[in-house]
């Protein structure tokens, strides 16, 4: 039902339209865009996905994973994910982050969060960071900072801020 693809320039303009219509004015408010400031995302783990076939073919869900330190490990932060209105409960979400994670392994990658509805990422394996052991750089409900371990053992040694990597 989707066709999931890795994210191109030409796709921009309606990503842009999806997460501004998913997350609305309030989105460069959120604390998570603090780490995205001045980031960028991992080319290989932006994605888009696809719904329809022909003239009907149009883009319904975008998911991007930035470079962050952890409480001193290096990983990476999940989002935005957004999925068109239209589309939502078909398995789409679910769909891109299993790919992304996958990928993300694959690229060494071991340790991601996010900030999130923690019984939807549950799903794919997320869980909340135990209160006080990670913060990041603006106020977050602590019940929505969840962690998902892509190496075991990953999260052990995480604890104190979550910032953006050095800059190179
Ligand atoms: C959250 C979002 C990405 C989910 O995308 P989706 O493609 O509809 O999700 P999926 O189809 O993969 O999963 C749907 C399932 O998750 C559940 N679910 C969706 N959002 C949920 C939430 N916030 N909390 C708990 N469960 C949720 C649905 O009830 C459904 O359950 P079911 O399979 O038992 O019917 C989509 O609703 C969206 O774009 N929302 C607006 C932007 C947003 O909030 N993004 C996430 C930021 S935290």
Known sequence: MFEIEAERPEHGPAIEA?????FGPG???????RLREGNRPVPELCYVAFSGAGEKRRMVGALSFWPV?????????????????????KGCGIALMEKG????KKLGYRLVILVG???Y??????????????????PVDPSRLLYREL???AFGSAKGAITKPPSQ
Do not use: N, W
């Open 69 to 89: 330190i952890i409480g001193g490990v290096p990983g990476l932060m999940l989002g935005p994910l957004a999925v068109d209105p239209e589309l939502r409960g």
């Open 151 to 153: 190496d075991i053992g």
């Open 117 to 119: 509805d923690a019984p």
């Open 101 to 104: 994670l996958a990928d993300a």
């Open 27 to 33: 989105r460069y408010a959120k604390t998570a865009q």
């Open 121 to 138: 990422y549950a799903r794919v394996g997320f869980g909340p960071v135990p209160h006080g052991r990670l913060t990041m750089p603006g």
């Open 18 to 22: 999806l997460l501004d219509h998913s």
